[in-house]
Every structure is written in C-alpha cells, then in structure tokens.
C-alpha cells in the first residue's frame, strides 16, 4: 500500500519538476505567418493537449536541452529534404529570476514529417548548455501547430530579392545565362577569319 502511494506521488512530482525546468512560452516564425505564432505564456500554456505543451513534449526540448533519457535524439538530419524553415524561441525561466533563450529549427513539411534542429551550446538554467541535435516530432506537433496558425501545407517560397531589396528573377537566371553563351558563341564564330 505504501509502496503504491509513493509510486503515485513521484508520478505527480516528476511532471512538475521537469515543466519547472521547462520553457513555459515561444514563438515561431517563418513563411506563411505575417506575424509570430505566440504559444503559452498564460495560465492554461502548459495544459494537456495545449499548443505549447505539445511543441515543448513533442518538439524534443527535454532531451535536446538536457539530455533526458531515452533520447531519440539524431546526430544529423534523416532527411534532405526539409522544405521552409521556421524559427522556434523557447522562454524558459531559469533559478535566478531570468528568462532564458532557447533557438530551435522548426520543419513542419520535411520528408517523413516534421523535424527540429537545436544547436548545441546554447547557455540556460545558469552553469547549463543544450545538448542539442535533430529530432523527428510525431504527427500531433504538426496538427498542433496548424491549429494555432501555421499554414496547412508548405508555403510557396518567397521571391529572392537582392541586395537592394528588388526582386530577382532566379528562374529566368539559367535560362538567361544560355542565351548569353550561345551569343556569345555565335558572334566568336562570327569574327573568326575565313581559311583558306
């Protein structure tokens, strides 16, 4: 009986000590969005089934942060293909008071589903560093976040624009540069002196 009472206690601890140490806010931005997602930051944030919940237990923030066991975490991207790239910035309030910054690498449409990319080293909690790595997130991140404002299926991508902020045409370019060659071939043959 005591045995059971102690197990049930550590079941209501453990999620609580570990969601201390977690972030408890993030945005996201990328293509698609006119302006940041923001996720949590309220009372409800942290519920089950909650945007920031899902993102922060499905995204592989426990294990890329600290290392929690067992890791699914990847050494290197499974894919190459990872289609648009969004910005995840993890708020995680640490023990002296401060807010800490967690980036992350969010992939909602890459092949095989979506995946997340944290760099390691990034400082946290004080005297901590992301352990960091690729993580392959579960479907129900991607319905998560579509419910909260990420576009349904990747966004087409957006213009390139050069240095002075015009738009370039980076279709057109291979096209342009054949013509170019085969002018330039044509005018060499041109000036070629006859033989006799």
């Not at 009372?43 to 923030?61: D, I, Q, S």
């Not at 910035?89 to 449409?109: K, M, N, S």
Request: net charge positive; charged share 15%; proline share 10%.
């Amino acid at each position: 009986m005591r045995i059971g009472i102690a197990i049930a206690l550590c079941a209501l601890v453990l999620p609580a000590t570990a969601l201390a140490k977690g972030p408890t806010a993030a945005t996201i931005a990328g293509p698609g969005l006119e302006q940041p997602l923001k996720l949590g930051g309220g009372p409800n944030a942290l519920r089950n089934g909650a945007p920031m919940e899902v993102l922060m237990n499905e995204g592989g923030f426990f294990q890329v942060a600290w290392g929690t066991q067992p890791s699914r975490v990847l050494a290197k991207s499974p894919t190459t293909r990872l289609g648009p790239k969004y910005r995840v910035v993890y708020f995680v309030p640490g023990p002296a008071g401060q807010t800490d910054r967690i980036g992350q690498e969010l992939y909602p449409y890459a092949r095989g589903g979506l995946l997340t990319y944290t760099r390691s080293g990034q400082p946290f909690f004080v005297n901590r560093r992301t352990q960091g790595g690729w993580f392959r997130a579960r479907p129900r991140l991607k319905t998560a976040l579509i419910e909260a404002g990420l576009p349904a299926s990747a966004p087409a991508a957006p213009a390139a624009k050069s240095d002075d902020g015009s738009p370039v045409a980076l279709a057109a370019l291979p096209v342009g540069l054949v013509l170019v060659g085969a002018a330039a071939f044509a005018l060499r043959r041109r000036a070629r002196p006859a033989t006799a």
